[in-house]
């Protein structure tokens, strides 16, 4: 058993050289020493060395709990650059025809021609479909011009046929008119009407006793003045129906907003994005119906 941390090596003889001393080399040999074994140290050292070790661990352990993104694995990045090398999705190809004024459409490979755009827009406002017929695409215009023209008819009727009408006179500025003639020509009496009245109206803003409207006053503006807090005409409207006249009212504006996107879909066509995927699945059984022609001799030749 070695005493203390360090032990002696005994090495063989070596020669003397003329001078009467050993070699360096010969000496170092000599003089080497090595750490003694674990067995030699006490007790209370290896405790120590047991514990720090262990703290480390537990350290490291700790440390990866808390942040594990950043011990990512050789797994991990695998799988990230199989994720990015996944082929992309193929961007939706917009037809160039939408742009350069043709009115050529083609969509799912149905062919669509818009003919005059501009006559086709007016012929929408005018009347809600007809520029869609005008097209020859009169299923859309048939939609449009029975549920744009039944919203506005009964907004007309919920308001007692009197929440149309064109006025920009002090107290009574009806900006809605600008939303209701949307729907065209079944708002224009409006017009017609709002006119007459001016022509009809003094200089002190009073309505002169020799004025009648058109057509039983339909679409008529109602008599001025108008002030809200005495009574008039408009009060009596609003009497009569109630809550009726506010609903017509705005049943009226939503049919001329609605008439809006139809006069914008006459000009602009329909969608010119394929969003069936008709077109490209006929494009990818034509590709195997060539590659399957193509095989076929092959075969045969091979046979």
Not at 91 to 99: A, G, M, T
Not at 221 to 232: C, F, I, T
Request: hydrophobic content about 35%.
């Amino acid at each position: 058993m070695t005493i203390g941390l360090h032990q002696r090596i005994s090495v063989p003889p070596a020669r003397i050289d003329a001078t009467g001393y050993r070699r360096r080399t010969e000496f170092r040999k000599m003089t080497r020493s090595t750490i003694a074994p674990p067995s030699g140290h006490p007790p209370a050292f290896r405790i120590f060395v047991c514990s720090t070790l262990m703290a480390q661990r537990s350290r490291k352990t700790r440390d990866a709990e808390t942040n594990p993104g950043e011990n990512s694995t050789d797994s991990d990045s695998k799988q990230d650059s199989a994720k990015d090398s996944k082929p992309k999705p193929e961007s939706i190809k917009i037809n160039p025809k939408v742009f350069n004024g043709d009115s050529q459409i083609e969509v799912d490979g149905i062919h669509v021609d818009l003919r005059n755009r501009y006559l086709a827009a007016f012929l929408a406002w005018l009347v809600p479909g007809a520029g869609h017929f005008y097209q020859g695409r009169h299923t859309k215009g048939t939609l449009f011009v029975i549920s744009i023209l039944s919203i506005w008819m009964l907004g007309f009727a919920l308001g007692g046929f009197h929440v149309v009408y064109a006025s920009w006179y002090p107290g009574d500025k009806r900006w809605h008119y600008v939303l209701q003639a949307g729907v065209g020509s079944a708002a224009l009496p409006a017009l017609v009407q709002g006119n007459r009245m001016r022509l009809a109206t003094d200089s002190r803003g009073r309505t002169r006793s020799d004025y009648e409207p058109l057509w039983n006053g339909f679409m008529a503006p109602p008599h001025r003045p108008v002030v809200e807090s005495e009574a008039d005409e408009v009060a009596a409207w609003y009497a009569r129906r109630g809550s009726g006249y506010e609903m017509g009212t705005w049943y009226t504006m939503i049919a001329g907003l609605l008439n809006f996107l139809v006069v914008y879909d006459a000009f602009g066509g329909p969608l010119a994005v394929p969003i069936s995927g008709r077109k490209k699945r006929e494009s990818d059984s034509s590709e195997t119906a060539t590659n399957e022609g193509d095989a076929s001799p092959e075969f045969a030749n091979g046979v």
